[in-house]
């Protein structure tokens, strides 16, 4: 069954400091990848996603993802984060042979300390 | 970049009652609109696909007769919560998909709250 892995429930970091969120998807022919952030009583906004092309995409507010096809994987990072990342990220698939539902990930919770 | 508003952000009704909420595609039109519920430091659950002009689709469990979804024009899609219970408080959120990119757009959500 289709499913997406986010296997860090909580990321705390200091500022400044690099991050990395992991993202895990069911192996499938045809994926589609999303990253969504959602900062507290507001609803999501989509960083990045990834349909074809370039597996480097770039995305709002300095975010990065890489998808590797071989690992199933779409991690997302920041060189350098800020206070005003702290926010709930979350991954996202849609699986083509299944049609154009998005099958979310637990999210991540990140939290930037001074 | 597109737009989807719901109405209302927030509810609060007693047990018993219908809270209909409203999600609309503000400047374009959406084929397919999804409705979510989100708990508490959970991630969304999809509850149905509402497709303009023909029944919703509901994923296991959820249940049609309880939640009702009317799709009746290309922007507007509403969910229905009929006869709520306390324990259909939750964060209620729709998005609307644009065909030509795969891409969700959310609404800001509804908090719904049943006494």
């Known amino acids: 069954a289709q499913s997406v892995t986010q296997l860090d429930s909580q990321v705390p970091v200091f500022e400044e400091a690099p991050v990395e969120l992991r993202c895990n998807y069911s192996?499938?022919?045809?994926?589609?990848l999303f990253w969504y952030v959602q900062y507290p009583n507001q609803g999501l906004q989509l960083l990045l996603k990834?349909?074809?092309?370039?597996?480097l995409v770039k995305g709002i507010n300095g975010f990065e993802a890489e998808f590797n096809k071989s690992q199933t994987s779409f991690h997302l990072r920041k060189p350098s984060v800020h206070i005003s990342d702290t926010a709930e990220y979350f991954c996202a698939v849609i699986y083509m042979e299944y049609g154009n539902k998005l099958v979310f990930g637990a999210g991540t919770i990140l939290r930037v300390k001074s | 970049g597109a737009v989807v508003s719901q109405h209302p952000s927030r509810v609060i009704c007693k047990s018993g009652t219908s809270v209909k909420i409203e999600c609309r595609s503000l400047d374009f039109q959406a084929t397919t609109m999804f409705w979510y519920r989100q708990f508490p430091k959970q991630s969304l659950m999809l509850m149905a696909t509402s497709n303009e002009g023909s029944k919703a689709t509901y994923e296991q469990g959820v249940e049609k007769d309880k939640f009702l979804i009317n799709h009746a024009s290309l922007t507007l899609s509403t969910l229905t919560v009929t006869s709520a219970h306390p324990e259909d408080s939750s964060f209620y959120i729709c998005?609307?998909?644009?065909?030509?990119?795969?891409?969700?757009?959310f609404g800001p959500g509804t908090r719904l709250t049943v006494t």
């Open positions: 998005s609307a998909i644009d065909g030509s990119s795969y891409e969700q757009y």
């Open positions: 192996s499938s022919v045809s994926v589609y």
């Open positions: 990834y349909l074809s092309g370039s597996t």
